[in-house]
């Protein structure tokens, strides 16, 4: 079974997704780490992550792997540990950026469709449901409001002791959701069959259980 995790910048699809996988021994892939992976590479090559031309020059040469290590999944580029570094805000922005670019969703949308091939999976990002999965058996689209969404992340880079506002953290929500909404190739949208859950006024919890009810219903999954 594939399940179809979208949305927004800091709707709380990883947290989401993380554990929805673990309750049903599912494998989780989380694709907005891909790309933030590619975007740290862009930083350190000095490359500007707006630029296509350059950015499809390198992108046959970055190398991106996943391994699980203590149930964790952890980021690899090369043989760097990037799990931490690719949440940074300006890594944010950079993998926002690349994503717009044809030639490194390609080549990433390649390696998420093998990943999917052969196991259960929830998978989460902007254009899963849409383009990556789009037979994918379940189709979430998890929203909230900007200054929710805000609000979380600002948090959540607090506590990792990474220095930074609420109003940075809004802006560089509302930029991304700019940037991955008016995209030409596979922008962030509702795939026509999803479901839409605004996860603004709910728990975690309570958004695990509405997932979890329409996994049942579509699946018969005893969880």
Same mark, same amino acid.
């Given at each position: 079974?594939?399940?179809?995790?979208?949305?927004?910048?800091?709707?709380?699809?990883?947290?989401?997704?993380?554990?929805?996988?673990?309750?049903?021994?599912?494998?989780?892939?989380?694709?907005?780490?891909?790309?933030?992976s590619?975007?740290?590479?862009?930083?350190?090559?000095?490359?500007?992550?707006?630029?296509?031309?350059?950015?499809?020059?390198?992108?046959?040469?970055?190398?991106?792997s996943?391994?699980?290590?203590?149930?964790?999944?952890?980021?690899?580029l090369?043989?760097?540990?990037?799990t931490?570094?690719?949440?940074?805000?300006e890594?944010?922005?950079?993998?926002?950026?690349?994503a717009?670019v044809?030639?490194?969703?390609?080549?990433?949308?390649?390696?998420?469709?093998?990943?999917?091939?052969?196991s259960?999976?929830?998978?989460?990002?902007?254009?899963?449901?849409?383009?990556v999965?789009?037979?994918?058996?379940?189709?979430?689209?998890?929203?909230?409001?900007?200054?929710?969404?805000? %609000? /979380?992340? $600002?948090?959540? @880079? +607090?506590?990792?002791?990474?220095?930074?506002?609420? =109003?940075?953290v809004?802006?560089? #929500?509302?930029?991304?959701?700019?940037?991955?909404? %008016? /995209?030409? $190739?596979?922008? @962030? +949208?509702?795939?026509?069959?999803?479901?839409?859950i =605004?996860?603004?006024?709910l728990? #975690?919890?309570?958004?695990?259980?509405?997932?979890?009810?329409?996994?049942?219903?579509?699946?018969?999954?005893?969880?």
């Amino acid at each position: 079974m594939k399940i179809a995790i979208d949305g927004p910048a800091g709707a709380g699809k990883s947290t989401i997704s993380k554990e929805i996988a673990k309750r049903l021994g599912f494998i989780y892939i989380d694709t907005g780490a891909m790309y933030r992976s590619v975007g740290l590479a862009a930083l350190n090559a000095a490359i500007d992550t707006t630029n296509e031309d350059e950015l499809s020059r390198i992108i046959e040469d970055i190398d991106i792997s996943i391994k699980n290590i203590d149930n964790t999944q952890r980021f690899y580029l090369g043989v760097d540990d990037v799990t931490e570094k690719i949440r940074e805000p300006e890594v944010s922005v950079a993998a926002s950026n690349v994503a717009v670019v044809p030639a490194v969703r390609l080549k990433l949308v390649e390696l998420q469709r093998r990943l999917a091939e052969s196991s259960d999976v929830v998978m989460d990002g902007r254009d899963i449901g849409t383009y990556v999965l789009p037979n994918a058996e379940l189709k979430i689209f998890l929203t909230a409001s900007v200054d929710e969404r805000a %609000e /979380r992340r $600002f948090e959540e @880079l +607090k506590a990792k002791n990474v220095d930074t506002t609420f =109003d940075a953290v809004k802006n560089d #929500i509302i930029y991304r959701d700019k940037n991955d909404s %008016e /995209r030409e $190739f596979a922008p @962030l +949208k509702p795939a026509h069959d999803s479901v839409i859950i =605004d996860s603004t006024d709910l728990s #975690i919890e309570e958004v695990i259980d509405k997932i979890l009810g329409l996994v049942k219903e579509r699946r018969n999954v005893i969880i």
